[in-house]
């Protein structure tokens, strides 16, 4: 087999991995709104519990590897800005599920796409394949749907905090997509940590009934896995699709909801949410083409 051909099975091989572990992330992710409104327990007290399970779970992932060092010493300044920035959008979201609903929660964090596509075009001169561009396009359409579907029954409050974690993840995935060399679990661990003393001082984390410790806990462990999985699939695909694949929690948190919550969407959420699952997977497809070109430099003719 050529050097060429050897490349480029590399970077497919690559590409394949970045996918399934944002597809992952992505699943994960849309539990999010069903372990915040399951429990009685205020923003903070959330916000407290699962980001010590977290920690704790990703520290002894990472000892586990043998990895601490790179992870925690190595984590430089692209490091440090992923876990101060992912804390504000920490800070954000928990309190949005608890104003409005999974639903609208999920459809603004649809539109990072484009936030995405367009700090990474602006700070990086990354192209976005036509493909790309349209499945945003498709993805915008399904917002627009769920979004008027929705008037009347918005809670600003939330919704403003929704956007402020949209553009904080979309602000992330950028960094690690210029510095894909940035560690991924050292900052998540950083980001729990940094809320922890917030919390005590807002919230009272320490007062909840355990039943309720044990669910948060539970939350701890999928935040870090989708925390990880999410920074390790960012550093493998493009910024705009891996905001796409980040789309894929749009459809499936309402779903999500509306079985264990019994939170009931409107139609128009339904057909919207079905409109950015399809944008998302075509656009998958479409950022394949230009991997392998890239592969193909330099090869032997």
């Keep these: 087999m050529s050097s060429g051909s050897l490349r480029r099975t590399k970077v497919r091989s690559g590409y394949a991995v970045g996918v399934t572990l944002l597809v992952v992330s992505a699943i994960t992710f849309s539990t999010t709104g069903i372990f915040t409104k399951g429990v009685e327990a205020g923003a903070w007290a959330v916000i407290f519990w699962r980001g010590v399970f977290a920690a704790a779970v990703t520290t002894v992932w990472v000892a586990k590897r043998g990895a601490v060092r790179p992870e925690f010493s190595g984590m430089g300044k692209p490091g440090l800005a992923v876990g101060v920035i992912g804390a504000f959008g920490t800070a954000a979201l928990i309190p949005a599920f608890k104003l409005t609903t999974v ?41 627009g749907i769920i979004v008027a579907g929705s008037v009347g029954d918005v809670n600003l409050t939330g ?33 729990s940590l940094l809320l922890v003393p917030l919390a005590l001082l807002f919230g009272s984390p320490l007062q909840i009934d355990p039943a309720e410790i044990a669910i948060l806990a539970a939350f701890g462990v999928m935040h870090a896995i989708a925390s990880v999985t999410l920074a390790e699939g960012a550093k493998r695909v493009p910024s ?21 919550l019994s939170e009931v969407p409107p139609n128009a959420t339904l057909i919207g949410g079905g409109i950015v699952l399809i944008a998302v997977l075509l656009s998958i497809g479409g950022e394949a083409a230009p991997l392998e070109d890239l592969s193909d430099e330099g090869q032997d003719p």
Aim: glycine fraction near 8%; aromatic fraction near 6%.
């Design 103 to 143: 639903a609208n929660v999920a459809l603004i964090y649809a539109s990072a796409p484009f936030i995405a596509a367009f700090m990474a075009w602006v700070t990086l001169g990354e192209r976005v394949s036509r493909r790309t561009a349209l499945g945003a396009v498709g993805s915008l359409t399904g917002v």
């Design 159 to 191: 919704d403003g905090l929704a956007l402020i974690m949209t553009l904080v993840m979309a602000t992330i995935m950028v960094i690690y997509r210029a510095r894909p060399d940035t560690p991924s679990a050292g900052p998540s661990v950083l980001q």
């Design 240 to 260: 705009g699709q891996t905001a796409l694949l980040g789309a894929l929690e749009t459809p499936l948190a309402p779903i999500l909801a509306l079985l264990i």
